[in-house]
């Protein structure tokens, strides 16, 4: 476990050095010395790129990559395509969301505006392919086409989730569509690549999308637990963002389902009120449904589902060396 | 002429068969049908791309593919790929400029709002990348290196233009720049793709490069001209737009560095005052600095660099088929 440990600490090293190399080539002409270079644009691109994050997505493609024994310096232009693209999601949600803050720094389009948060992340979006295309592949065409599965894929799942909040008909099976899009879709495409990259078979690439669509929808799910019980300087968002948004979320969801109309009332009333106390009623509602613990097992079933897939590999260290990578992920925050 | 203008015609006509059928594979599913496909994205996507535009860009893709002996079949994918980016900018374009209108409809962000025009922009580079990668090339890496170079450029060009707009010391060297990758970067990728698409050799490449940057520039120049002469019908926008938005356009710049202090003290206080009447104002002076003729002339100085890089093809028919195509692009609209 320890040689793990050391081993995705090092992977993760290497993705920050690649990322700053990455960035400083496409960033670090001033329009002072050249006015083809907006620095409009670019201070705030790194502003973002700066704020250092899980890198799960990254770790993810490059650990599949050395499980199906590849060389993991091909792996890197793709892995930080992928984590360029993640940012590129976080920008333009955070504008929707009306975010105000982000990895415990202002949003872009707070401490900037609008037009420079859309900017931002559209050119995000042209960076992430420019550095998946230095990617020494002969698969490079299956690459870029998974990459443009997941780029449409997530914009899709946003739409879910926008339209969720208009809509009174949101039941748990619409959740997980939305999830598996807006989430699921970038860990499997961080998997699928890796898996590429590495030339595995489609046998091998099959099992792994299914590990990755489990353990996406448990990564999302344990996030929106994240967000009712959380250590909030270690989540480095406020607690009860998502009741504060009205978004519908898994727990929200699952209270619903209940079939307890007395605290469903209760709870649909509060989602639609104003008052700001109305996060620790909400808290208050899911703990009497004993959502918590329900959220948890869900978590857990879906956590064994990509346990499960992963068992089906050949290969024994791949097996293991995901299998702690899903465990790690999903014992955060609490 | 007649020949050229039924084969432009038959062409646009392929272009908007090919767009329609895209677009209908990937949002015909409802969402009451299918919980997958939102219809608040697709809806929204449907209606800014049944706007008509002029396929400038797929069809200086095309003729480019047909002028080098290439199966124009074989550059349908990447020719839509390109109106579909085209329309991404506008899309995102208009939420910047806070713009009511485009091609004589209510722009989306004010028929729907931000997010929804966040959303349909980013989910339309997505769907741009997948009908290019159904292109049938043994050069697709290539072709999909110079199309992110396009979303690249159109995003720092646009910065620029933003950045424009609350920088004093812009000069026409700047301006120069910033529509270079604004607008003449897409009808680069577009010129360079259809080459590859008909596996030209480099050196063709390069001279068509050099066509279509000079025709860009051009156009865009002619862009701000129309602005200020256009009929309003024909053109589909408000005449002096462009003023209201305090944007620093060829013929402005022109105006300021004319030497004239008076004139040019009288515009740079029009342009910050708020008088509705200003737009008239400013064509008077820009009439009195007879700027109007010396844009005119700038525009035939590109249409003339554009026309000469033709001349040092070997291929006569491409030659004689896109100087056509250059001269009805700039003929437009007075």
Redesign the interface.
Known sequence: MDNYNTLISEYRTKIDNKLDEFLKSQTIRS?YLD???????FVPLNYIMSGRGKRIRPLILILTCAAFGGNIENALDAAIAIEILHN?TLV?DD??DNADTRRSKETIHKKWD???A??V???L???S??SL?NTNSNR??EI??AF??G??DV??G???D??FENRANVNL??YM?MIE?KTAELLMISSVIGALIADASEKDIQIINEYSLNLGLAFQIHDDLLDVIADEKKFGKKIGGDILERKKTFLYLKSIESGNYVLTDKLTGLYESNDLSRVNEVIIIYKELNIIEQTISEIKKYTELANRSLLKLQNVKASSLLKYFADMLLNRGY
Chains 1, 2 share one sequence.
């Open positions: 329009h006015n083809r270079y907006p620095d409009s644009l590129f333009h504008i929707m609008v037009s420079t859309i900017l992340g559209d050119e979006i042209g960076l392919y420019r295309l490079i065409e870029v086409k443009t599965n780029v449409i914009c899709e946003q739409a879910l926008n339209q099976d619409d569509v899009k």
